[in-house]
């Protein structure tokens, strides 16, 4: 099993940059496909990035992030980070983190071990 830990979060004005980070704990990190979802007041909560377990590759689920926000991965500290530049008010919702030890890290179904979950906030 897989603890994870998200930190991070916070309120900040529309334009700003936050980074998110996700500490782990418990078995392999580097064995698992690590990714960011986020869940937004009223709203179902949806898929918006992830990186391969080598750190080779990365995928942005969420056409609106695109550009925006970058996933990353730290295998020797066990820490897999989102950095979020020029945040939107929609970008407001809680973050969580997520572990996939499937063969695939695009399928949000097989994403299995989850953290808490941060709050970012954007006003406007």
């Known amino acids: 099993q897989v603890q994870l830990v998200e930190s991070g979060g916070g309120l900040v004005q529309a334009g700003s940059s936050l980074r998110l980070s996700c500490s782990a704990s418990g078995r392999t990190f580097s064995n698992y496909h690590m990714g960011w979802f986020r869940q937004a007041p009223g709203k179902e909560r949806e898929f918006v990035a992830a990186?391969?377990?080598?750190?080779?590759?990365?995928?942005y689920a969420v056409d609106s992030v695109k550009g925006r926000f970058a996933i990353s991965r730290d295998n020797a500290k066990n820490m897999v980070y989102l950095q979020m530049n020029s945040l939107k008010p929609e970008d407001t919702a809680v973050y969580y983190c997520?572990?996939?030890?499937?063969?695939?890290?695009?399928?949000?179904?097989?994403?299995?071990?989850w953290g808490r979950g941060t709050q970012v906030t954007v006003s406007s």
């Open positions: 990186i391969h377990w080598g750190g080779v590759s990365t995928y």
């Open positions: 997520a572990a996939n030890a499937g063969l695939y890290y695009t399928i949000y179904a097989d994403y299995e071990y």
